[in-house]
């Protein structure tokens, strides 16, 4: 019976370590972007919700990855920090694509929203096709 718990260990310790990544990786974005997405989200600004989810999404993706890649906890520290810094350049790049994404999102253009969070979800994408060892 044992047997078919004996990787959850690992598994609690991938997990709140992943959880922790959302939480840092949450604080990282949202000081990096002008607008602020959980007053606009609580304020019902759909363009927010869907710009900051395709971001979420797009940091699952490699995270999730990571995880079942990595070969030490360290190693999928390393690789959730790098997750973090390819969705800072998918903000910049949707940012560059689309002038003013930000006062767009703000008054709850949802066009910039999707094209934000698009943007992050396909490079979230990339990202994890490219952590393969």
């Given amino acids: 019976m044992l047997d078919y718990v004996a990787g959850l260990p690992a598994f609690l310790g991938y997990f709140a370590i992943g959880l922790g990544a959302y939480g840092v990786f949450a604080l990282v974005y949202t000081a990096i972007t002008p607008h602020r997405e959980v007053e606009l989200i609580r304020a019902g600004n759909m363009a927010a919700v869907t710009a900051f989810l395709g971001a979420i999404l797009g940091f699952s993706l490699p995270l999730a990855s990571a995880a079942a890649n990595s070969v030490s906890i360290v190693d999928y520290i390393i690789w959730a920090v790098i997750g973090i810094l390819a969705q800072i350049l ?3 790049i949707a940012n560059f694509t689309l002038k003013n994404l ?3 999102i703000t008054n ?3 066009t910039a929203g999707v094209w934000g969070g698009g943007i992050a979800l396909a490079v979230g994408i990339l ?3 490219c952590m393969t060892y």
């Fill in 90 to 92: 998918a903000y910049y």
């Fill in 102 to 104: 930000h006062e767009k």
């Fill in 108 to 110: 709850g253009d949802l």
């Fill in 127 to 129: 990202n994890a096709a």
